[in-house]
């Protein structure tokens, strides 16, 4: 067998292994990919095995339309999702998908996830877009495909690049991450996690809360990605 | 000792174990059994014992009246529920019952559970059905006998088969889920609580929120189990 | 030192390390007492002192007054109620006090548990009652002495009996639960706690949901509890 | 390297390694620092390190106008808020400022925590204090710096001593606590996480839910710090 992907198998490995240790998956609800920019490929979970019985050489290499390159596995059935991106956005280098609690129900409910907090506003200025339910001719066709259209979509309509938002919530199904590195976007499957969960409860302690003000949106956000960025707590 | 029995008390066992590593029962608060057709039997925990003090040889054997064939333990209260589905229900090959606690919330409020996004339907294009509670008379009679026939009855009176759906919250109770095996009626207790949770988080984030649309209800039930089914992350 | 109390000490600690293991604790926010008849003294944890730090010699010996018979420590400030209770209750073994976060919740808001489910029903036929904050002069008075008049007045304003509610609120407060053995009394807490949270969770979920009806309230208390009881999952 | 400050780095250390055991903390969300005020320094957590590679020697001293004295690491980016309490604060030991969910959500919200039990009481007798959001003027500026301001402000209109409220949070951001300790400032970050989530469910299971009354509120604070204290679980 070749050796060549070794490194991204085992990228892909350790980042899916962190899934279940962050507590964002039940059961395979989940799965993080690696991308080789030079090879053209990425390295995924394959389909429907459970976590602990994964290794570096289950991982299954894909290419950007979706087809299998190497490994003797399924790849995940949200492959051709991972695909577009890569193939689009040409800066990330790992990207994940959860059922995780708190980022689901915001999805299932279709809203955004409104920014009324620096832990939010450390990470990302806007409030965390939903995107809109596909429509019945997208669902009918390619589905996992049209994911992600869907995704590059709504993030068009709203103006943001996916290098400044790097977290999105999938309407009626569940969130996406991603960063330059898989280790980054399991991070930022984590902190999402956390936000939607923290928003929750403000809504529930304070019904029409308020949210951040522009300045400290602003501040927050400079201080760990502006030009002069010093924060880390 | 007869070992005649000896394969469906292990994987009762184990099916059993699974319960309390999973999150899904305080104390003894559920019980898992698994079918020997041939034999017309199936292995059952025993009654009020804690899940740490349980052994495969602990399990109790009992047919499909409710009689114990084997063992020295009273099996579980719930024991006639079972032997009423299983007597009825031929391709089921194992049943659960836990007092799980988002389930049980939805129980004890007597109302199914929505379908409000892909988590669930790829599990089920039903809403989670929530038989009405019984009848003075039934309670009366023979309860737990009855309780068997009272998850059946709701099943038809919604039109629904037991082979599509594989859950079911009975009305200020607690939650049933069955499946061809123990394994996956195990697995359908911790998605039916984990569907639960999701489903009472989006109602409260979202008041008034619509459910699922067809066309997604069908598109993910149909890459899971339909005749070109595909689907396992 | 006298091995006279060996026996109630041992137990005594073992049933104060369930309550961390039980998540029924945070620091020291907890304490389990347990009763020698014979002796006319009981057992209970010294004030102050990290769950880790406990042995059975630190378990300290007290009398019916609260007055300490044995040990070097001081006892929980708690102690005066609990040797109100034994004085007055001829037959239970052992008391349980703790600030488990629901149970708490509910004792806060100074309303008691509605007994919506099979659970609740399983364990008592009753809501969990609720007793109200004391009066100004009981409170300014010995205040821990009068926490366990205010426990009993409220049981008897609502004609209940001790032996069949093992578990209530103070308003304001926080849960007492109390049984034939201390193990029974940390059993209830924890089932106290649990029933705490369904029946918050039932009426986010359906607010104005209607209690348990009558006929099955009787049933699941019978089944466990009555001359005929043949309960246990 | 010089040992002058072994004492508080070993401190800082264990006091830091706390919080992710206690669960008040997700990825480094998170710092604590102790002083020594004979030296004028205090030793605090390295910036953005996780805090499964800390050790006693990669904690940073800073001194009272929040500049390095000894350490190669980046001091926390909340130093300059530490810095500004330890020089106008003398009587405390330690700091910990945490973004823990419950807290987090009421400084969200940005509301006052309203005392609605004993267990808020036996910790502190006022609500806990929510500072409003700081002016768009300083913000701009100096952005820790002001937050230490902020919060001196906040007790100082509300007629509080930072001697009897060891806890705080900074309306939009998260919570900080204090002590003559730091184990002290840690176990007040814990209560005031739990306090937090108790006041929550109060409010859900009975909104408009009135607060304890003042003589509760009184005894159980004059049992733990008056001068005849006697409290302690």
Not at 72 to 97: F, N
Not at 146 to 168: A, H
Not at 208 to 214: A, G, S, T, V, Y
Request: glycine share 8%.
């Amino acid at each position: 067998m070749s050796n060549r992907y070794q490194g991204i198998k085992e990228q892909a490995y350790e980042a899916n292994m962190q899934l279940p240790a962050l507590g964002l998956v039940l059961f395979t609800f989940g799965n993080v990919s690696v991308v080789d920019r030079g090879a053209g490929v990425f390295a995924i979970k394959p389909s429907g095995v459970p976590y602990k019985l994964l290794s570096p050489d289950s991982m299954v290499i894909v290419d950007f339309e979706g087809k299998t390159v190497e490994g003797t596995g399924r790849p995940s059935s949200d492959t051709k999702t991972h695909a577009v991106l890569y193939k689009h956005w040409e800066e990330i280098g790992g990207i994940v998908h959860t059922h995780s609690t708190y980022a689901t129900a915001w999805a299932q409910a279709q809203r955004d996830i409104p920014i009324y907090g620096t832990t939010h506003a450390d990470h990302l200025t806007a409030d965390v877009p939903c995107a809109a339910p596909m429509s019945d001719e997208m669902i009918k066709g390619n589905y996992e495909h049209e994911t992600g259209f869907q995704i590059m979509q709504c993030l068009q309509e709203r103006n943001l690049s996916y290098k400044d938002v790097e977290m999105m919530l999938v309407g009626n199904h569940a969130p996406f991450t991603w960063g330059k590195t898989a280790d980054k976007a399991v991070y930022n499957a984590a902190v999402l996690e956390e936000v939607a969960r923290m928003a929750y409860l403000t809504e529930s302690i304070r019904p029409e809360c308020p949210k951040l003000k522009e300045s400290l949106i602003k501040k927050h956000f400079e201080r760990k990605h502006g030009p002069d960025a010093y924060y880390g707590q």
